[in-house]
């Protein structure tokens, strides 16, 4: 089977903005680095390849593990405006609007994608939140596994998310 890079906005009743457009073709272009099965990488390879782009876009990227290199996004804060809670982030763009998250084994499986989702919601000014994950792992499709769970959320309606959207991208 051939893969191809695949993306969906949630909810799906309004299309994609020139950022969120943007921050695709990062993916797009560097597609044939990345593209599941036939490159192994983790999410920090993915986001390796990916950085360069997004840089280019005013995103700040997570360089490595170490806590210096970490994009820390506030979600509480205490008396003086000390940072009492943040939360990690693989990429925001510089206004603070888009965050993004870059998951290989752990996408679906260990339902990171719900932690990722529940983190930007907590970010006071994040309006979109992009998911990229693997289309092929263990033989089994994060992107279709989280387009179901996605598609159930925003057509249910029992839930209302204080974000603009979800993007959805498989790699």
Do not use: W
Not at 31 to 50: A, F, H, M
Request: aromatic content about 12%; charged content about 25%.
């Amino acid at each position: 089977m051939e893969y191809q890079l695949v993306y969906q906005l949630f909810p799906r009743s309004f299309g994609i903005t020139d950022e969120i457009r943007a921050v695709i073709s990062c993916f797009e272009k560097n597609y044939e680095q990345i593209k599941s099965p036939d490159n192994n990488l983790s999410s920090d390879g993915v986001l390796r390849v990916i950085s360069d782009d997004l840089e280019a876009l005013n995103f700040k990227v997570e360089k490595s593990k170490a806590s210096i290199d970490k994009i820390k996004v506030p979600v509480l804060f205490s008396i003086n405006n000390r940072i009492d809670k943040f939360f990690d982030a693989d990429a925001v763009s510089a206004d603070g609007k888009i965050v993004i998250e870059v998951e290989a084994g752990r996408g679906f499986r260990n339902n990171q994608f719900l932690k990722d989702i529940f983190q930007a919601c907590m970010m006071p000014n994040v309006e979109y939140l992009v998911i990229a994950v693997r289309n092929h792992y263990h033989n089994s499709d994060d992107f279709k596994s989280i387009f179901q769970f996605l598609e159930t959320l925003y057509i249910s309606g029992r839930l209302q998310l204080p974000l603009k959207g979800i993007v959805l991208i498989g790699y």
